[in-house]
Structures are given as structure tokens and as C-alpha cells.
């Protein structure tokens, strides 16, 4: 097959991928509504992300090694009999659904769409580049910038102009207009922007600077992984019984203290200067995950819990384009890596205060707001 026709059936296959994780990833939560009381939904979206957490734990490793052994297409063959496992699965014990019509918001999703692809480009430009001196001079790479970043913020203008006026929209207003609502999520752009730049960044430190294999790359990740596997049921039972907000307090700024000390700790051993900051970043998700989830679905009514964790989840992989966006161009200075853990530091720590300010003291997943 020609390289061009590949590239373009590999883009393809990944686009609708990407529909399919932006269908079922929701869904699942959605589920949690009609099958938990809001007062045990923390266990039990602990156990989401334990479940998640271990699959993802396996992920890297096991794609390691089949890259090395049988090249990297073979990763591909990981999805599809888990697929088919969970389809059955859903068809013997998923309950039954009470459908709400509703219908896809096409011209909304594409002015977001573009909105956001102008400035995700945008923040993977930051740092020098020779590449504008030549491709496109006279023009200065600062006024480029500055047009698209312009150009985004408008199209996000647009999008809320429409969203008001659209029969369908996907993003409804009552619901922005929710206060808590918005600011957890908020919270969760920001957490998860900070875990995305170093989930970018750190790869490139195990194999290009420390020349670790593909496979004992992807054991580092472990401890991380683990911790959020083994742990987030522990957590998530917690905060039913202590309340969220505390635990929205720990677990980012437990996240921004892994990320300092592995940006300190970058001419360390392995051990100290990754598994151990690794482990304490496995620690604080699992402190946040479950009740960030669960705050965010019970603070709408329950008619809007589906509509709430499709929201919460775009949320989440808008982070992973701007964190993956803003480690790109961090990269390209001298002390990238430490610049970008800096940067996922500060959002972390952001991301603490929203979900604080957006979660009264003594807030329990029972009592954030809704039906």
C-alpha cells in the first residue's frame, strides 16, 4: 500500500476510534445513574476507575512489548475481543434505558471543532522554531499566533451564541448556567491538562535521556496505573463518608508535588527520581477521580446525568489536546521537560482551588445539587 493511501486509512481508523471512546466513555457513567443512589456513587465510580486504571496499567507494557516483538501495528489487535467481551457483557446486565430524544448538534460540534483545533495548533506553536524564519517569512510567528488565538477565542463566542439558539444543542444552557457544574469542570480541564503534559513529556526522558527499552518505559508507568487501580475504591468510599472537597484539595495538590519533584529529580536514579513521584501521582488520582466523577454527575438533575458525563468526558480529552499541545511547544526549549512540569504543577494547583470554590464544605456526592 502506498505510504500516502496508509496514513490516511491509519487517520481514518483512529477518527472513528476516537467517536467510539467519545460514545461508550459517557454511556458508562451514565449507567452509574441508573443503577447506584447518589450517596454511593463514589465507591462505585471508584471501582470505573479502578477498572480503568488497571486496563491502562497493562496498556503500555503490553503494547511495549508487542511493538518490539511483533512491530507496532500489532497494538491494534489489543481492542477488538475486549470489544466484543463488553458488548456482551452490557447485553445480559445493563438495565434498561428510559430514552430522552434528543438530536446531534452538527453545526455546534463543528464550530467547536474548529474552535478548538485552531487553538490546540496554536499552543503546540509556543517556543522558538527556525521553521518560521524561512517558511514563512516576512510574517512574525507572534502575530500568527496572536490572529489564530484570536480566531479560537471567536469560534468559542460563536459556540455559545449558537448553543443558545439551537433547538438541540449539545451543551444546553441551563445547565452552563449551573455554577457547581461548571466549575468542576473547570477543575477537571485543568487537573487533567497537568497530567497530560507529563504523560507527553515523561516517555521521552525514560527512552531518550535515561535509554530505557519501549517495555521498561511502560513499567515505569505502573506505579502510577497501580495506584489508581488498587486504590480508587478506598478513596471513592471515603468521600461518601467524609464529603469531596477535601479530597479535591489533596489529590491535585498531591499531583503537583509529584510533578515538582520529578522535575527536580530528573538527574536522580530511576527509583527516587521517577518511581517514587510516579507512585505518589498514582496516589493523588486515586484521591480525586472518583470524587471529581461523582461531584460532577450529582450536582444536575437526573435527567441530565448522560448529557453531564458526555460534557465532563470532552472536558477531560480537551485537557489531553491542550496538556499534549502545551508539552509540544514546552519541548522545544532547553529545560522543556522542566518547563512543562512546571506548567502541569500550576494547573493542578488551579484545578484544586476551582473544585473548591465550585464544592461547599461538606459537600457529599448526595447533596451537590440535582433531583
Excluded at 83 to 90: D, E, G, S
Excluded at 198 to 223: E, I, K, N, Q, Y
Aim: net charge neutral.
Amino acid at each position: 500500500m502506498h505510504v500516502g493511501a496508509f496514513v490516511a486509512w491509519l487517520i481514518t481508523a483512529r477518527v472513528v476510534q476516537g467517536a467510539a471512546a467519545a460514545i461508550v466513555t459517557p454511556a458508562s457513567l451514565a449507567l452509574f445513574g441508573a443503577t447506584y443512589l447518589r450517596a454511593e456513587r463514589n465507591r462505585a465510580i471508584g471501582v470505573w476507575a479502578a477498572a480503568s486504571a488497571l486496563t491502562t496499567a497493562g496498556g503500555p507494557v503490553l503494547g511495549g512489548w508487542l511493538s518490539e516483538t511483533f512491530g507496532w501495528s500489532s497494538v491494534f489487535w489489543i481492542n477488538p475481543p475486549l470489544a466484543l467481551v463488553a458488548v456482551a457483557v452490557l447485553l445480559v446486565f445493563a438495565p434498561k434505558d428510559d430514552l430522552i430524544q434528543r438530536r446531534f448538534d452538527g453545526i455546534g460540534a463543528a464550530i467547536l471543532g474548529l474552535a478548538l483545533g485552531t487553538l490546540t495548533w496554536a499552543l503546540s506553536q509556543i517556543g522558538p522554531s527556525e521553521a518560521w524564519a524561512t517558511a514563512n517569512a516576512p510574517a512574525q510567528p507572534g502575530t500568527v499566533l496572536t490572529i489564530v488565538v484570536g480566531f479560537g477565542i471567536v469560534g468559542f463566542a460563536v459556540y455559545a451564541f449558537w448553543e443558545r439558539r439551537s433547538e438541540h444543542p449539545m451543551t444546553p444552557p441551563r445547565i452552563m448556567e449551573n455554577l457547581a457544574f461548571l466549575g468542576l469542570n473547570v477543575a477537571t480541564l485543568m487537573t487533567y491538562t497537568g497530567i497530560s503534559i507529563v504523560l507527553f513529556l515523561l516517555p521521552f526522558d525514560l527512552v531518550d535521556r535515561r535509554a530505557l527499552s519501549s517495555t521498561d518505559a511502560g513499567l515505569a508507568f505502573l506505579p502510577f496505573t497501580l495506584g489508581v487501580g488498587l486504590l480508587s475504591e478506598v478513596f471513592g468510599g471515603l468521600a461518601d463518608k467524609i464529603g469531596t472537597r477535601t479530597m479535591l484539595i489533596a489529590g491535585p495538590a498531591g499531583a503537583a508535588l509529584a510533578y515538582v519533584w520529578l522535575a527536580l529529580g530528573q538527574k536522580e536514579c530511576l527509583t527516587l527520581g521517577v518511581i517514587v513521584p510516579m507512585t505518589l501521582l498514582g496516589v493523588s488520582f486515586a484521591v480525586l477521580v472518583a470524587p471529581l466523577t461523582a461531584s460532577v454527575i450529582s450536582s444536575v438533575d437526573q435527567t441530565d446525568e448522560g448529557l453531564a458525563s458526555g460534557i465532563n468526558n470532552a472536558a477531560s480529552r480537551v485537557a489531553q489536546l491542550a496538556g499534549g499541545a502545551l508539552a509540544a511547544g514546552a519541548a522545544s526549549f532547553e529545560s522543556g521537560y522542566e518547563v512543562g512540569l512546571a506548567v502541569a504543577a500550576a494547573t493542578s494547583i488551579a484545578g484544586a482551588f476551582i473544585a473548591v470554590t465550585a464544592t461547599p464544605a461538606g459537600t457529599k456526592a448526595a447533596g451537590s445539587g440535582g433531583a
